[in-house]
Structure formats: structure tokens, C-alpha cells
């Protein structure tokens, strides 16, 4: 008994050295990490979490010694009754049993069919029950998940929650277009050469606005033309956003920063520059110095 007795202490102590190592390296591992990233964490944090990880590792280390140590009671207590006559069965045995129900040997004469091959011989064994009650739970799941999702509606469907993450991801683009929107300057304008939306919308804009000065086709009238390659106040989106906003006084073009939205200043810059090498009818004559841009000016480099 003293020789069981120390062998299943040896089997706990193992265990518990074992898993006390396996908390240690998982410590020592989040201590580099912390370390590593020591904007992230602070002291007070990292050493909390330290404590925690000890504190765990010593209940754990308690509960598998008291575990063992009842294993070895329970263990001592079932060869007493050995003794004594009484059949035991350890909780391994039984559950096994309860699950399994297999036929005894002694039994299967019960239960042999008449087919032989080769000596072989048929059993009529029933499905286990562990069997039956795993088929048993997915007949249960099917009716809980068709009523939970498909009659009732509690959960929503993979789909429905598709949808859903699509409306508010929108709703969200949408809200940070209308934020960005009102914070375009000609310090970060875009040339929204590929955004047929914008370029559609800014055409109208111009229409609206621009081409009493500057004509439908941008040829130029009062103003000047707009699809040559001569600007009198710089022909980058930048200039041209920058132009539209505050106007020319001097020349008299009005500031459209209180008529026109940021955003529609963009598009209608945007259109303008689209434009460039049209060469409409009847178009005013160049105005202004040569603007080449940056583009076209490191492809010419390359050529040359």
C-alpha cells in the first residue's frame, strides 16, 4: 500500500512540476513582450499581471495536490472493500460501462446471428449509447438552431449579420467622407482624375457657375481659357482649388469659399483639369506662363 501510496504522490508532484515550469515560460515569455513594447505597458500593469500569473499558478498547483491526494484516499478506500469481498469499480469503469454497455463474454451466445465466414461471427450489438446520445444531441441542435434563427429570429443569420456589418460600414463611410469633406483646403486637395462621380458632379457645379466667365467648353470669355496649357495663377489642383476659393479680385473673380463646399470646389477643379488639351471651338487665346506638370516634366527627363 505505502509503495501505491508513493506512486501516485510521485504522479502528482510530476504534474505539478510540470505545469509550475509551463506557467514560469509563459511569465518569462510575457515579460519580453512587455518589455519589448514598453509604450504599451506600464510597470505597474506588467507587474499586476505578474502577480495574477503567480497567483493562478499556485491555486492550480493546489488543486492538482488535493486532487491527488483524494485519488489516493478514494484509491485506499476501494481496496479496503476488495478486501472485504466487495466488488468496486473505479469512475473511469463506470462511466466507461454507462457510455459503452458493451455484452459481456460470457453473454454473446445471447446475441450471435447465424452468419459465419471463415469462422468469423456475427454479433447483433446495439448502437453504444454514446453513439445514440451524440446523434440524439445533433436532432436537438438542428430543432434549437431552426427555431433560434429561422422561426423565432433571436439570432440573426449569417447573412442578416452581413448585411448589417455592410449598412453600418456605409454608414460610417459616409460620415467620414461628409468629416473629410469639410476639411479639404488646398493644402490637401486631391485630383479626382479616376472618381467618375466627382468629375460628373463638379461638371455640373461648373455649368452652374463657372461657365458664364469661362464659357460651356471652357474656352474661355470674360475669363480665360481653361484647357490650354497656360495659367495665370498656376495650373496644379492645388492652384486651381486655390483660385476658385479665394477668387481674383483684382481681375473680377468672386471667392466662392462661402457659396461652394470644399468638396465641390474639388470636383469642379478636378473637371477643369480633365479638360486640359481639349482644344474646343472657338477657344480664347493663351493667358499666362507654360505650366508643365510634375509628371509630364520626369517623363520628359527620362526621355531626354
Not at 472485504?84 to 469499480?89: A, D, L, R, V
Not at 453600418?168 to 486631391?190: G, P, Q, R
Request: glycine share 6%; aromatic share 10%; net charge neutral.
Amino acid at each position: 500500500m505505502k509503495l501505491k501510496l508513493n506512486k501516485f504522490t510521485t504522479i502528482g508532484k510530476i504534474g505539478s512540476c510540470v505545469l509550475a515550469m509551463v506557467c514560469l515560460l509563459q511569465v518569462s515569455a510575457f515579460a519580453q513582450n512587455a518589455s519589448a513594447k514598453p509604450a504599451q505597458m506600464n510597470n505597474e500593469i506588467f507587474w499586476m499581471l505578474v502577480l495574477m500569473g503567480m497567483v493562478l499558478m499556485i491555486a492550480v498547483l493546489v488543486l492538482i495536490s488535493t486532487l491527488s491526494a483524494l485519488f489516493v484516499v478514494r484509491k485506499l478506500y476501494m481496496q479496503e472493500l476488495e478486501k472485504k469481498g466487495i466488488k468496486t469499480m473505479t469512475l473511469w469503469d463506470q462511466l466507461m460501462d454507462s457510455l459503452n454497455r458493451i455484452t459481456p463474454l460470457e453473454q454473446e451466445k445471447n446475441i450471435l446471428l447465424d452468419h459465419n465466414y471463415d469462422g468469423i461471427k456475427e454479433l447483433d450489438n446495439h448502437l453504444p449509447p454514446w453513439w445514440v446520445y451524440l446523434f440524439y444531441g445533433t436532432i436537438a441542435f438542428a430543432v434549437i438552431y431552426l427555431f433560434t434563427y429561422h422561426i423565432v429570429g433571436i439570432v440573426p443569420t449569417p447573412q442578416q449579420e452581413y448585411q448589417a456589418a455592410v449598412e453600418t460600414a456605409s454608414m460610417e463611410i459616409a460620415e467620414y467622407k461628409k468629416l473629410m469633406s469639410a476639411n479639404i483646403d488646398e493644402t490637401n486637395v486631391t485630383f479626382l482624375k479616376d472618381d467618375k462621380n466627382a468629375l460628373a458632379t463638379g461638371a455640373k457645379s461648373f455649368e452652374a457657375n463657372c461657365a458664364a466667365c469661362h464659357g460651356k467648353n471652357l474656352e474661355g470669355g470674360t475669363g480665360p481659357n481653361l484647357t490650354d496649357e497656360y495659367w495665370l495663377h498656376g495650373g496644379d489642383v492645388k492652384d486651381v482649388f486655390k483660385t476658385i476659393k479665394y477668387g481674383i479680385p483684382a481681375k473680377g473673380m468672386i471667392a466662392w469659399e462661402k457659396k461652394l463646399k470644399p468638396d465641390e470646389i474639388q470636383n469642379i477643379s478636378s473637371f477643369i483639369l480633365t479638360k486640359q488639351g481639349s482644344k474646343p471651338a472657338n477657344a480664347k487665346e493663351p493667358q499666362g506662363e507654360k505650366y508643365v506638370s510634375k509628371e509630364k516634366n520626369d517623363n520628359s527627363q527620362k526621355e531626354g
